[in-house]
């Protein structure tokens, strides 16, 4: 059995970021601003499920002069995401496959939702999901990787992930699985190393 683990934002679906910090600035009629060091710090603990949603929001409206509920953030997130159409092929392909596969994504549970709102049933015929929220480690860590490879049971050559961050990549590669870094202008190599790797 061969592994095909995805992540999900920049691979599965896009997302547009710059687009969040406009809407941060229309909705608080704020200019515009840079997401700053503590924005980060923030962002990190509600994906390594740290920060409850509602606490975040909190601090999203102190920081940006909002006056959003949890509701708030969801729509704005449903906003966010687009499909990867070359991501989903992959993923067809696998699940049509009898390879076994998962996610494995930096995710908070609002992402999750949003998600599942755009493209109800986006998760269904996949073998199972890891994500960091419930993890409570993000990628680049390795312990992620390590967790992963407990949970499955297998050596990190039975498989084959695909990030669009080299330094999530490189993690990888350091406990054995084979990654490759999904970015545009991998797209065909990565396709055929795919191919390659389950011999389709």
Not at 85 to 109: C, P, Q, R
Not at 154 to 162: E, K, L, N, P, Y
Request: charge should be negative.
């Amino acid at each position: 059995m061969k592994y095909f683990l995805f992540d999900i934002g920049n691979v599965l679906t896009n997302f547009n970021f710059p687009h969040l910090l406009q809407t941060y600035a229309d909705h608080s009629g704020q200019p515009l601003g840079p997401q700053t060091d503590r924005d980060e710090e923030m962002y990190l603990k509600v994906e390594t499920g740290e920060l409850s949603e509602p606490d975040y929001v909190d601090y999203l409206n102190e920081a940006k002069g909002l006056s959003w509920t949890t509701d708030n953030l969801h729509m704005v997130w449903q906003e966010m995401f687009s499909l990867n159409t070359t991501g989903m092929a992959l993923l067809e392909k696998a699940k049509e496959s009898d390879a076994a596969v998962y996610t494995l994504s930096n995710i908070a549970n609002y992402h999750e939702r949003a998600i599942e709102h755009n493209w109800s049933g986006f998760f269904d015929g996949m073998d199972g999901y890891f994500m960091s929220y419930k993890m409570g480690v993000r990628k680049p860590d390795a312990r992620i990787y390590e967790m992963v490879l407990e949970k499955l049971g297998v050596s990190g050559d039975q498989c084959f992930f695909i990030d669009d961050l080299a330094d999530n990549i490189a993690s990888a590669r350091a406990v054995g699985i084979e990654g490759h870094q999904f970015i545009p202008e991998n797209y065909t190599s990565v396709v055929q190393a795919a191919h390659e790797f389950f011999d389709w």
